[in-house]
């Protein structure tokens, strides 16, 4: 079974600076997909940014991107100029290609992060 | 576009009663999965569906959970009879078939057991 890790219970940065999450997932498997996942007060869960695993540029998305590391099995989410509104949970989460990936998600416990004005 | 959609959004009831909670997928999303957060636990995968068919239910905790699809617009999550450790919130979310196809969630259902 996979596991996914998130070691930082809790992140807080000044508006505008730039902070990086973190995220191991531990998977026996070759193929596979990773997703940050935002959670707001509201309790939406909103896709952040998504990365295929065969894909070794790392994705972006206007102010947040990835370092996906296959080999270390890390995929940490950084977010540049940081705004008020990027206050929330950030769960990373994982998914299986196997099987036309049609396997539901694995999550992390989540990361808060406190955005200080 | 109408995203899932998920009733009711809160829920408090007593203990021994019944709970229904119900998911309308987005149209054309062939996989529907039920998801329950909680503090101890965080996210966890109950059970999902393709094409209307349970394919892994092996996150449902116990046999008071049951989960129904019976047509492609519509999912029911039950629990019967409740108990107070099943609050949690509860999410639907739903995926159109295809390799790189993200899932989108609904909104939820905050569900309390007194």
């Known amino acids: 079974a996979q596991t996914v890790t998130q070691s930082q219970p809790e992140m807080s940065v000044q508006e505008a600076e730039t902070v990086t999450l973190s995220c191991t997932y531990d998977?026996?498997?070759?193929?596979?997909?990773l997703f940050w996942y935002k959670q707001p007060p509201s309790r939406q869960m909103i896709l952040v940014i998504r990365?295929?695993?065969?894909?070794?540029q790392n994705a972006t998305e206007n102010r947040f991107s990835v370092n996906f590391q296959k080999a270390a099995k890390s995929f940490s989410l950084k977010i540049s100029d940081s705004q008020l509104g990027d206050a929330a949970m950030y769960f990373c989460?994982?998914?299986?290609?196997?099987?036309?990936?049609?396997?539901?998600?694995?999550f992390g416990k989540g990361t808060h992060l406190i955005i200080q004005p | 576009d109408a995203g899932v959609i998920q009733s009711p959004r809160h829920e408090v009831t007593e203990m021994g009663q019944e709970v229904t909670l119900r998911c309308k997928p987005i149209?054309?999303?062939?996989?529907l999965f039920w998801y329950r957060q909680t503090m101890m636990r965080g996210l966890e995968l109950l059970i999902y569906f393709n094409n209307n068919v349970p394919i892994d239910d092996s996150g449902m905790p116990e046999d008071r959970f049951s989960a129904k699809m019976p047509n492609a617009s519509f999912s029911t999550l039950k629990i019967q009879p409740s108990e107070p450790r099943d609050s949690a919130v509860y999410f639907c979310?739903?995926?159109?078939?295809?390799?790189?196809?993200?899932?989108?969630f609904g909104d939820g259902t905050r569900l309390s057991i007194l």
């Open positions: 989460a994982y998914r299986s290609a196997v099987g036309g990936g049609a396997d539901g998600l694995t």
């Open positions: 149209s054309g999303h062939n996989s």
């Open positions: 998977t026996s498997e070759s193929d596979y997909y």
């Open positions: 979310a739903s995926r159109m078939t295809g390799l790189n196809q993200p899932q989108h």
């Open positions: 990365q295929e695993a065969y894909k070794q």
